[in-house]
């Protein structure tokens, strides 16, 4: 239990479905984050909110929509996605987006969500 | 953009030491994490280094060379439960403060 939710853990879907991603975090943190994991390739950060205001988005294709409602939910909205959008999704939290002062507040990351496009 | 080196496998026995390295090239290097993945699990922390030098916490230890933009992990007593992806990233004091750059991570296999 790491304290970081996300659901559901596997998702299939055509290309022009929607469905939306949901990330819970209980441990009084105040910042998110999106990450894509793909085989062979390194952790890629998507999107960053930091107390509900996104901070980050790295040039990710409008097909997904994050949402911050407030600093314990984080969703990611899909639609129109592509074959190459089948990844493992990664929620994360940390206290706080680090300052120079606190650069090393570690991110807890939940067990991801499986997605896989057909 | 952020260079972060690591081997993609390693095999080592249980109760063996196994030593992951990292190598980084960042401009504003800020800090380095490891991180330990098991399949179809969180990526979890294990350590923090910013300063040169080895931080020990238990069976595993991290160093840092700043100098040499280059870290290892590692692991003594190995057991079977340390099978795992190793993860480094590095945070850099240019891109959004925060933000992780990670390596491709190293997949540890530990044999009987």
Same mark, same amino acid.
Request: glycine share 8%.
């Given at each position: 239990e790491?304290?970081?939710?996300q659901?559901?853990?596997?998702l299939? =879907?055509?290309m022009?479905?929607?469905?939306?991603l949901?990330c819970?975090?209980?441990?009084?943190?105040n910042?998110?984050?999106?990450?894509? $994991?793909?085989?062979?390739?390194?952790?890629?950060? =998507?999107?960053?909110?930091n107390?509900k205001e996104q901070?980050e988005n790295?040039?990710?294709?409008?097909?997904?929509?994050?949402?911050?409602?407030?600093?314990?939910?984080?969703?990611?909205?899909?639609?129109?996605l $592509?074959?190459?959008d089948s990844a493992?999704?990664?929620c994360?939290?940390?206290?706080?987006?680090?300052?120079l002062?606190?650069?090393? $507040?570690p991110?807890?990351f939940?067990?991801?969500?499986r997605l896989s496009?057909l | 953009g952020?260079?972060i080196?690591q081997?993609t496998?390693m095999t080592?026995?249980e109760g063996?030491?196994v030593?992951?390295?990292?190598t980084y090239?960042t401009s504003g290097?800020?800090?380095?994490?490891w991180?330990?993945?098991?399949a179809?699990?969180?990526p979890?922390?294990?350590s923090y280094?910013v300063?040169d030098?080895?931080?020990?916490?238990?069976?595993f230890?991290?160093f840092l060379?700043r100098?040499?933009?280059?870290s290892?992990?590692?692991?003594?007593?190995?057991?079977?439960?340390?099978?795992?992806?190793?993860?480094?990233?590095v945070t850099?004091?240019?891109?959004?403060?925060g933000?992780?750059y990670?390596?491709?991570g190293?997949?540890?296999?530990?044999?009987?």
């Amino acid at each position: 239990e790491t304290g970081v939710t996300q659901t559901p853990r596997h998702l299939v =879907m055509g290309m022009t479905n929607k469905k939306s991603l949901k990330c819970e975090q209980h441990l009084g943190h105040n910042a998110m984050y999106w990450y894509k $994991q793909s085989a062979k390739k390194p952790l890629e950060l =998507m999107f960053v909110y930091n107390f509900k205001e996104q901070t980050e988005n790295n040039s990710v294709p409008s097909r997904f929509s994050p949402e911050c409602p407030n600093s314990s939910h984080l969703f990611l909205h899909l639609h129109t996605l $592509q074959p190459e959008d089948s990844a493992l999704y990664l929620c994360a939290s940390s206290l706080r987006q680090g300052t120079l002062g606190d650069s090393n $507040q570690p991110q807890h990351f939940g067990d991801g969500t499986r997605l896989s496009i057909l | 953009g952020q260079n972060i080196d690591q081997p993609t496998e390693m095999t080592a026995t249980e109760g063996a030491i196994v030593q992951i390295n990292c190598t980084y090239q960042t401009s504003g290097f800020n800090g380095l994490f490891w991180y330990q993945q098991h399949a179809g699990e969180a990526p979890t922390f294990l350590s923090y280094n910013v300063l040169d030098g080895l931080e020990e916490k238990g069976r595993f230890s991290s160093f840092l060379s700043r100098s040499k933009g280059y870290s290892y992990l590692l692991l003594k007593e190995l057991q079977m439960k340390d099978s795992a992806s190793y993860l480094c990233a590095v945070t850099d004091r240019g891109s959004t403060l925060g933000r992780l750059y990670f390596g491709r991570g190293t997949q540890l296999t530990v044999w009987p």
